[in-house]
Every structure is written in C-alpha cells, then in structure tokens.
C-alpha cells in the first residue's frame, strides 16, 4: 500500500467514526430564520455535544460596539472564549440591527446594521435548506436529504479542528495581533511542489520560514512525490501530512480538547486542555526560537528573546521606527541612502545574526577585504562575517536588504552594519538598545458611526453623566495617593519588581489571604522556601497558599518561581492564580489538589501500579513540556515526590519552581549556575563533580521518584542542604540495593516482582517492567547513559 493511500484509510476510517450528517439537529436554523447580534445570549447555535457554539461575539471590549459571527468553545463556560472561526473576521458588524440570515433561496448571509451584505454563504438550493452546528464544531449548511451545501470546516480563519482538513484549496491566516483578531501576516499552506509550508506575508516582503528554507525538502523529512495534498490531525493528538510530516502531542491520548493554530507571532502550535480547564498548553509548536520567524520585528530591527519578559524589538543603529504603533513596518534610516556613497564606515554589533538576502558570497577573506567588497558596492547595506578560528576558515555575506535580525549570545559571528561617517561617529546610534516591546496591542478604532435624521439628547445627557464620574473616580484616585504618600507607603514600592514577571495574576492583599487561610491555621505542607496553607478563596475555590520564609534566599525563590510559572501551560504542571507582595511578606496563590504530595502515598502501599505507571506518565509529560516545549528551557532541579501533587483523579501536578532555572535555548552550551540546587539523594552526580549540568539532571531525579514508587522505600529525607550525610546514605543504599537485584539476563518478571511493593496481576507485570527499565537507565552515573525525558515518554508509551 503506498504511504498516500495508507494515509486516506487512516483518515477514512477517522470519519467513519465521527457522527453522521444530520439536518434535523435540534437548535439549527430554518429559512426565513436569523440570528441577531441584539440578543447574542440567547441567538446562538450550540453543538449537540454542548462543547461549540455559534453566534456573536464580541471584538474586544463590548463598548467597542464590534461583533464578528463566530464559533467558540462553549466548554468550559469563560468570559473569554476561544474562538475557533469567524465568518467576516475583516469586517465586524455592528452592535445594533446586524442578522446572519438564512434565507429560502439557500444563501446564508450576514448583514451590518440591516443595511450591506459584508458576507454571504454563496449558496442556493430549490429544497428546503438548515443551518447546524455539528459535535466537531463545524457550521453546516444542508438540504433535507443530508446534501452539504457550504460547511465553515472549508473555510477556516487560524485554527485546525480535530479531523478538519487542510488541504491545497485552504490555509491557516494568523491573527494581526493578540487583541486585534483580523487578518494577520502568517499563514500555513500546501506548497506548488506539495509540501505544507508556514509563510510571512508582510507588507514589503514574502518569505517561506518553515521548514528551513536554507535546506532541501526530503532534508526535512518532507516529501514533494504526491498530489493529494491533504493535512490533519485526530483527536488523541497525532498530525499526518501527505508530504510525510507527521507528530504527535505530548499528552498523546484521549479526553482532551485540541486546537492547531498559526498564532499572531507566527508560530504554529498544537494546543490542549482537560474538559472544564480554561487553560490551554502547548502540547507542539514548529519553532522553537521565535526571534527566527521573519517579520518579527520588521526591516532593519533586531530581535532579542528575554527571559521573563519575551520578544524585545529595537532598531539597528542609524534608524528609528517608522511606525510607533506596530513594529511590523520596522526601522527606516535616519540618514539618505545617497550619502553612503560618498563617505561610510562600519558600526560592528556582536552575536548578531541577520539571515537571508546575500547578493554576494566569499569564503576564507579577511575582515578588511569584506569591508571593501561592500563599500565597492551602492546597495551593500552591511556584511555578515564569521570567522571559524576552530575551523580554519571565515564567512563574509554582503547584504543588500536588513531583514530577520536577531541577537543571540551563542551565534558564532557579528554584523556590521553600514553608515555614513557622520552618522556612525554619533554616540546615540551606537548601542543596541532594547527599549522597544514588539507590540501585542495593535489595532485602530474601527468606525462605527451611522447617519442620523437628529441629534440624540438622551446621549449627550448620558455622556455628560460618564464625564463627571470619571472626573470624580480621578479625584478618588489622587486621594488614595495622597493617603499614601502621607503614611509613608509608597504605592510602588516592593511591586515594581514582580510586575512584568507576574502579570496576568490576581495581586491579593495580606489581610485578604489571612482571611482566607483561617489566620494561617491550616498546614498543608512545609519546604526549605516556606509552608503551604489550606483557604478558601472569596470566589469559593480552595486554594493552596504558599508564605515564603523570611530570608535572603525566599527573595529569589519567590522572584524564580512568578517568573518560572507565570510562562508555564500544562496540565501536568500545577496552575497558579495570584501572589501576594507586601513589606516582607511573599506569598504564591496556586490550586488545591486533593491528595496531596505523592510522598505521602510511597510508603503506604496505597497506590496500585496502574496509578503509579500513569503517575510516571504525567510527571514526564510536565518535564518534557518544560524542556523541549517551551520557548525557553527550563531546568526544575528539584524534581521530587513532595514535589509532585495528585489531584482527585491521582493525575500528577509538578509544583515548587522556586529553585528552576530560565535560560535562553541559544545559550545551552555555557550553563552557569551560582549554587548547587535540589535535594541531596534526588541531585545527579554533575552537580558534586563540576560536569556541565544540562536536562539530564531532571531525568536522574525523575528516575529515583519513579525507583521510589516502584519499590515502596521512602527513605527519610531533610530538605535542600539541610539533609544529612546519613540520609544521602540512604538513597544511594536504594539504588545500590535495585541493581544488585537485576539478574543477568534471565529472570526479568520475578526480578521486577521481587522488588516491587505490590503483587503484581495480570498485565501489570508488562508496564512495571517498562517502568524499572525507565528508572535504571535514568539513574546511570553517566548523563551521556540517561535518555532525554521525551526519550522516556515515548519508552512508556510506546
């Protein structure tokens, strides 16, 4: 069977299993029927499932007076929906007399204020016609005899559903930006030469970024000997392309609602989230450093990744911004281009990389010849050199256009752009300087203003009203001030730190969390950073809360651990909701898990061995998002069972960043840390030996959790330094003790048996097998011995 037709039986036998078509779906929309934009709670059409619905939706702020018709995820319920389609996502209707109708000729149309047709279904049919929204979240419209006439899985704006197609006919548009959801600059698409591409599309300049377009097709396991072009991926999270792209989710499995979007930075990713969690987790993403998709930051700019902060813009010495409200137009120069011919010199900016548009090629030249070559040329812009000392030979790239820059400590090379001497011998142009954010905010007040006969009193008298309680809530708020500053509080003091690092989470006051702690009475948990109480937050949710001991090291926990969590999305990785920052006081705000730590249940043989095995499952799947997921790489280091939380399902929760490690994936090579991190018997050997610490660290300490639940031996342990000799001893006796009971070779089921805490049952004896196999090759003394934390995942799953 070739590997085409292989793929359409998978994708056949994937529809088989969906529901069938059906135009007598309770809540559809008959001819001669609309839904209005007046009366958007109740004009909706909802899934017969209760997971999608359609209807209006608001641009923004609801004041803005903007709806696009759209379908969203209606599970869980939000004030802020994902939004998975929108039918008219360039022109929003307004708030007042807008209809999608659907009427008896077949057309399905959408009206703005009862006046322009801004969007119609192109439809007509001479039998009856109904509109429905199905299980999958696709917007059909059908004849009575089932016949589709028009269907929103055809037509979709950024966003892959599970089993929606994408196919030669259809593309993936990104969003302009992250609040203004027009049409954007990024878009996915199946290639003339059949491949699925990702593409900017700015406003100067096109460019294909994914797959590297720097190598051939069948170098990125892609393939042009098809013409099905067809791409997409089913509900336990695996993608299928016919240019032989294939992946898989990192919580590959079922229950779970998916989305595959092209989002505003350009970035394609695979997002997840359990039923009732609004929260969504990056279970893929195609690139992994976003200063490498083109149109970032626009021409003549850099871009630089930030820990804590994200993408920074600036532009390259010798230009300003073009337009102050979106970095996608980038830099122009300050100087007239005529003037570099008569006198130019070079300003070098090191670690500077800016790829593509090379009108001129030398290898082995020196530093001063490239200068040559480029002032002997109009249109040299600037020169890319890299000179490989280790390798015995340099490259100069000459460059007529200044576009995809990006600073990165660890790029072997620098750039030196060109300027004429007047202007290069400024000081103020000569620093790269990071001032500038690429904007997430974009978007220009769309007109919504209709003719009228006479001018409404009603209003006037209504916005007078809005006038003077603004003016009022502004004297209230310099009173407020005024109070302060008379206290001797400062109102930004000890919050200016933690603001960027926490934003996005609700700040409590300390008498708030006081009150909701009970006065602080119920302990739930203790570390060497602090003790974690039981509350009740005033919405009625149970919260865990965190009050950090007052010492020098809570300070950096505290700042490591907003900062860590506050760029963490996964299921298996414990959710935070607020902070609390006052005086000396510093507290975190995260769920409440009911069962607790796993330590608690290693000892007490409570655990049966199915829970253990989707423990490891879970725990894995949160340090593998953690290391290869994220858009910067993140070490745990103090991966333990205290550190591990089971909620009411026993599904794993990692939890405590306050030791975690940011760094920037180009910075991988030069790994310094100030201390030795973690819990004596859970540290891999690197950290006491002076090796270079990488990921593999995590995966030892994975190892000994998972010898732990194996083996029911909980050694008593301290926290962080505070552990004894005696009880490091401990460990090593453990992991000692489980190799020395591992036969050679025969013997492997009564082996696993005998040090297991458990009888085993049935299929049990195969996954606690794969399980010790996983634990003995996580603990080798050798981190070159220990497989990555994904090479775990798919040894467990597998």
């Known amino acids: 069977m070739s590997g085409n037709a292989y793929l359409f039986s998978l994708l056949f036998l994937g529809l088989l299993q969906s529901p069938p078509i059906s135009c ?13 934009v007046e009366n958007i709670a109740e004009d909706v059409l909802i899934s017969p499932n209760g997971e999608f619905t359609a209807g209006f939706y608001p641009a923004g702020d609801r004041h803005c007076n903007a709806y696009y018709f759209s379908i969203w995820f209606s599970k869980p319920s939000c004030n802020i929906c994902t939004v998975v389609w929108m039918a008219n996502r360039d022109f929003p209707v307004n708030g007042r007399r807008s209809k999608l109708s659907l009427l008896r000729t077949g057309n399905l149309i959408l009206t703005d204020a009862g006046r322009s047709i801004i969007w119609s279904s192109g ?23 089932n016949v589709i006439l028009w269907e929103s899985f055809d037509f979709p704006t950024d966003t892959l559903l599970p089993l929606q197609l994408l196919s030669k006919d259809t593309k993936l548009i990104s969003s302009r930006s992250q609040s203004n959801i027009s049409s954007g600059f990024y878009r996915l698409y199946f290639d003339n030469d059949n491949v699925i591409r990702l593409l900017f599309d700015g406003v100067e300049v096109s460019s294909v970024y994914w797959p590297d377009p720097a190598k051939v097709s069948w170098d990125s396991g892609r393939s042009t000997y098809n013409n099905s072009r067809v791409a997409w991926f089913d509900e336990f999270g695996k993608f299928r392309s016919t240019d032989n792209l294939t992946f898989v989710s990192a919580d590959y499995g079922v229950g779970l609602q998916r989305r595959l979007t092209v989002d505003f930075d350009g970035n394609l990713r695979l997002y997840s989230r359990t039923e009732g969690n609004t929260a969504w987790a990056i279970s893929w993403q195609a690139i992994s450093q976003p200063c490498t998709i083109p149109g970032i930051c626009g021409a003549n700019s850099l871009c630089m990744y930030v820990p804590y902060f994200g993408r920074k813009c600036s532009c390259l010495p010798g230009y300003r911004l073009k337009d102050t409200t979106d ?44 200068e040559k070559f480029c002032l002997q040329v109009a249109e040299c812009k600037g020169f890319q050199f890299r000179s490989m000392k280790s390798e015995g030979f340099s490259y100069c790239y000459l460059k007529n256009l200044l576009l995809n820059g990006y600073v990165s400590p660890n790029f072997p090379g620098d750039f030196y752009v060109r300027l004429p001497r007047a202007v290069s011998s400024h000081g103020n142009v000569l620093p790269v300087r990071m001032d500038l954010s690429c904007p997430n905010d974009n978007h220009k007040q769309l007109d919504r203003r209709y003719s009228k006969d006479r001018e409404n009193g009603t209003l006037r008298s209504l916005l007078w009203v809005a006038g003077a309680i603004g003016v009022a ?65 005033p919405d009625d949710r149970v919260a865990a809360v965190k009050r950090l001991n007052e010492a020098i090291q809570a300070e950096a926990e505290f700042l ?25 006081d510093r507290l975190l705000v995260y769920e409440y898990l009911e069962h607790g730590s796993l330590a608690q249940y290693i000892s007490s043989h409570s655990l049966d061995c199915q829970k253990k095995f989707e423990i490891a499952v879970g725990t894995a799947r949160g340090l593998a998002y953690l290391h290869e997921e994220c858009l910067e790489w993140v070490l745990h280091c103090d991966i333990k069972p205290q550190n591990i939380l089971l909620d ?25 840390f100030s201390k030795i991190r973690g819990t004596r018997g859970y540290m891999a050997p690197e950290w006491v030996s002076n090796l270079p610490i990488t990921s593999k660290v995590d995966v030892y300490s994975y190892g000994i959790v998972v010898l732990e639940m194996i083996t029911g031996h909980c050694p008593a ?19 000692k003790w489980a190799k020395d009971k591992r036969p050679v070779p025969c013997g492997k089921a009564s082996w696993i048996e005998e040090i297991m805490d458990t009888k085993l049952e049935g299929g049990e004896v195969a996954k606690m097998e794969t399980l010790v196999q996983v634990a003995m090759q996580c603990i080798q003394e050798d981190k070159d011995a220990r497989p990555t934390i994904r090479q775990v995942l798919q040894m467990l799953l597998q």
């Open 648 to 672: 009411s399902n026993f599904q794993p929760k990692v939890s405590d960043f306050g030791l975690s490690k940011l760094l920037n994936r180009d910075d991988l090579r030069n790994l310094n």
């Open 24 to 36: 007598s779906t309770s809540g559809s929309l008959g001819p001669g029927s609309s839904l209005s």
């Open 123 to 145: 439809t007509v049919s001479n039998s009856s016609v109904g509109l429905y929204l199905d299980d999958n979240g696709n917007l059909v419209l059908c004849q009575e005899d």
């Open 327 to 370: 970095w996608s137009y980038g830099c122009e120069p300050i100087f007239t281009p005529s003037s570099l011919i008569t006198e130019s010199s070079f300003v070098r900016l090191r670690h500077v990389e800016i790829y593509g548009y090379d009108f001129m090629f030398q290898k082995n030249d020196t530093l001063k010849n490239c």
């Open 717 to 735: 342990m301290g926290t962080h330094a505070t552990q004894s000799s005696e009880e490091e001893e401990m460990f090593r006796r453990l992991v």
């Open 560 to 584: 490591a651990e907003v900062s860590t969590i506050g760029k963490l999305n996964h299921m298996n990785l414990i959710e935070m909701w607020g902070y609390c920052v006052e005086g000396k």
């Open 473 to 537: 809530e502004i004297c209230a708020v310099f009173l407020v001030l005024f109070y302060l500053n008379k206290s001797g509080r400062n109102p930004n003091e000890a919050t200016e730190s933690y603001h960027l690092a926490a934003t996005g989470f609700k700040r409590f006051t300390y008498s708030e969390l006081k009150k909701a702690t009970g006065n602080f009475s119920e302990e739930i948990g203790r570390g060497a950073g602090g003790i974690v109480y039981k509350g009740m937050l």
